[in-house]
């Protein structure tokens, strides 16, 4: 019993160690061999088609652990009950400050987020129209797509992350969502120039629209190509690769799976897919976002 009562509360303070986070997934996948067909390929956008751009942020979810006395007097159980609520205390704090930081980052880049809230993911996806599928008429071969756009302070660098499930059709007494696949699905545009960001800056909302349509394409033409097997046998050798944000400079280990349009895209060892621009699509030359190149077909 009392090793019970330990197990029980290591995991009470392992559950409250991470504050939860919708921008992360973990890698699933029970597909194996058993790939969509391609001309069946259709995706669904989880919630709703509002666009969700945030400002980019370093995000240290670090809080100072608040002091308390745990009393003895209750016995073990009781020990439990506080050290259970002390976790839930901490998590709430690490939340709290992640909000404030986020709120601070959305304010740094507010000429966006305003014209974001005028544009539909629907104008965004293009020829890609013709595989979207509402939620009401999502069945469980659709794959759920959650896309959520990040912008750094200086709105040079936009990026986008895209959560992509598939739930698992067998039955489940379980409350959780059991799934056949979940992946994360990362794209990051080529550096602004100044002249291009300055369209941003000034409120040009079709050149912000351009560009947020290059990454979601991009994400969803990775995202056919993963879930209709394009990636399952290629093992090609493990690199090193550096990635910039506005705040930090991540190395990544990895595998490049494709090489299209000025981007390399990335599977690291968590499984997720990133397109990252090559290093000549970084240069000071302006890069055209209305290319085609991830066309449906």
């Not at 504050?19 to 391609?38: E, F, Q, S, T, W």
């Not at 005028?118 to 013709?130: A, C, K, P, R």
């Not at 993963?226 to 990895?254: A, C, M, W």
């Not at 990133?274 to 030359?285: D, F, G, L, N, Q």
Request: aromatic share 10%; proline share 3%.
């Amino acid at each position: 019993m009392r090793f019970l009562l330990i197990i029980f509360t290591i995991t009470l303070i392992g559950c409250g160690s991470t504050p939860y986070r919708d921008d992360y997934a973990k890698h699933v996948n029970l597909i194996a061999g058993n790939h969509i067909d391609k001309a069946n390929f259709k995706f669904s956008f989880a919630k709703n088609t509002n666009v969700d751009l945030r400002g980019l942020y370093l995000q240290n979810n670090t809080a100072d652990a608040s002091p308390m006395m745990y009393q003895g007097g209750a016995g073990l159980i009781g020990l439990l009950v506080q050290i259970g609520t002390h976790s839930s205390l901490v998590e709430s704090e690490r939340n709290e400050k992640l909000t404030k930081e986020q709120e601070q980052a959305n304010k740094k880049i507010l000429p966006l987020i305003s014209m974001s809230k005028e544009i539909s993911l629907i104008d965004l996806i293009g020829d890609y129209s013709f595989q979207l599928v509402s939620q009401e008429n999502a069945d469980p071969d659709t794959i759920n797509i959650k896309p959520i756009f990040f912008s750094n302070s200086g709105m040079t660098k936009l990026s986008l992350k895209s959560i992509v499930w598939l739930p698992l059709q067998e039955k489940s007494n379980s409350r959780k969502q059991k799934l056949k696949y979940k992946n994360l699905i990362q794209v990051y545009s080529p550096k602004l120039t100044d002249s291009q960001s300055q369209k941003l800056i000034e409120g040009d909302s079709e050149y912000l629209s351009e560009v947020l349509s290059s990454l979601l394409k991009t994400a969803l033409y990775i995202t056919r190509n993963e879930l209709t097997g394009q990636y399952y046998k290629i093992k090609n050798p493990s690199h090193t690769f550096v990635i910039e944000d506005d705040s930090s400079i991540k190395v990544i280990r990895g595998t490049v799976v494709e090489e299209k349009c000025e981007y390399q895209i990335i599977q690291d060892v968590h499984s997720w897919l990133i397109a990252y621009p090559k290093p000549e699509a970084t240069s000071s030359t302006d890069y055209d976002f209305t290319t085609e190149c991830y066309s449906t077909f």
